[in-house]
C-alpha cells in the first residue's frame, strides 16, 4: 500500500528566514505530487506540481520554490519567509495515467510565521 | 474563470439525520470531482471520486452525485454520526495533469 509522509509536522519561523518542507511517498513509482498551502479564510491552493524528477510547474509566483531530488520527495523551499507565508501546507500524490485523477494527501506541516 | 463553491459554510444536525452537502462549479469542462473530509489539524482524507462519465458513486453511507450540465455535485450522509462531525471539501480537476480546484468546504456538526 502507498503512504505520504510530511516533516516536520509543525513549525515555527521568524520572518526573513530559510525553510525546508519535506514529502516522500512510499509505494508507488513515479507518481505526480503536488504542494498545497491552506491559508486561514483563503481555502486550499495548488503552489507547485511534479510529474518527475527536476521537473516542477509554478502555479502562483510568490517567494516559495519546490524541488523534486528523488522520484518520491518533494521539497518545498523558501530563501526568506514573509509573514503571508504561515498556513497549513500539504502535499499530495497521484498515480500518473491514470484517468481517474484521484489526489492523495499527506497529514500536513503547520507553518506559522512570525 | 473556473470556480468551486460550497453553501453552507457551515452545518448542525442531530444525530441519526440524513443530510445533503452542496458543491458547485462554474466551468462543466470538468473531468472528475471529489470529495474528501478533513478533521481540524489534519490532512485531506479522499471520501469518492466521480469521473465526468460518471453520475454517482457510493460507499458506506456516502453518495455523491455529479450533474456537469446544471455544474452541481451533491455529497449524501445517510444516518449521520458524530464521528462524520469534520469540513467536506469538494475539488473539480480539470486537466489530466491533477490541477484541483477546491471550494471552500462546509463543516458538518453532529450532535449526540
Known amino acids: 500500500s502507498q503512504t505520504i509522509h510530511q516533516w516536520p509536522a509543525t513549525l515555527v519561523q521568524p520572518v526573513g528566514s530559510p525553510l525546508s518542507l519535506e514529502c516522500t511517498v512510499e509505494g508507488t513509482s513515479n507518481p505526480n505530487l503536488y504542494w498545497y498551502r491552506q491559508a486561514a479564510g483563503r481555502g486550499l491552493q495548488l503552489l507547485f506540481y511534479s510529474v518527475g524528477i527536476g521537473q516542477i510547474s509554478s502555479e502562483v509566483p510568490q517567494n516559495l520554490s519546490a524541488s523534486r531530488p528523488q522520484d518520491r520527495q518533494f521539497i518545498l523551499s523558501s530563501k526568506k519567509l514573509l509573514l503571508s507565508d504561515s498556513g497549513f501546507y500539504l502535499c499530495?500524490?497521484?498515480?500518473?495515467?491514470?484517468?481517474?485523477?484521484?489526489?492523495?494527501f499527506g497529514p500536513g506541516t503547520r507553518l506559522t510565521v512570525l | 474563470k473556473q470556480e468551486v463553491t460550497q453553501i453552507p459554510a457551515a452545518l448542525s444536525v442531530p444525530e441519526g439525520e440524513n443530510l445533503v452537502l452542496n458543491c458547485s462549479f462554474t466551468d462543466s469542462a470538468i473531468y472528475n470531482l471529489q470529495w474528501f473530509r478533513q478533521d481540524p489539524g489534519k490532512g485531506l482524507t479522499s471520501l469518492l471520486l466521480?469521473?465526468?462519465?460518471?453520475r454517482e458513486q457510493t460507499s458506506g453511507r456516502l453518495n455523491a452525485s455529479l450533474d456537469k450540465s446544471s455544474g452541481r455535485s451533491t455529497l449524501y450522509i445517510a444516518a449521520s454520526q458524530p464521528g462524520d462531525s469534520a469540513t467536506y471539501l469538494c475539488?473539480?480537476?480539470?486537466?489530466?495533469?491533477?490541477?484541483?480546484?477546491f471550494g471552500q468546504g462546509t463543516e458538518l456538526s453532529v450532535k449526540p
Open positions: 475539488a473539480g480537476h480539470y486537466n489530466q495533469g491533477g490541477k484541483l480546484i
Open positions: 499530495a500524490w497521484k498515480k500518473p495515467g491514470t484517468a481517474s485523477n484521484e489526489q492523495f
Open positions: 466521480i469521473q465526468s462519465s460518471q
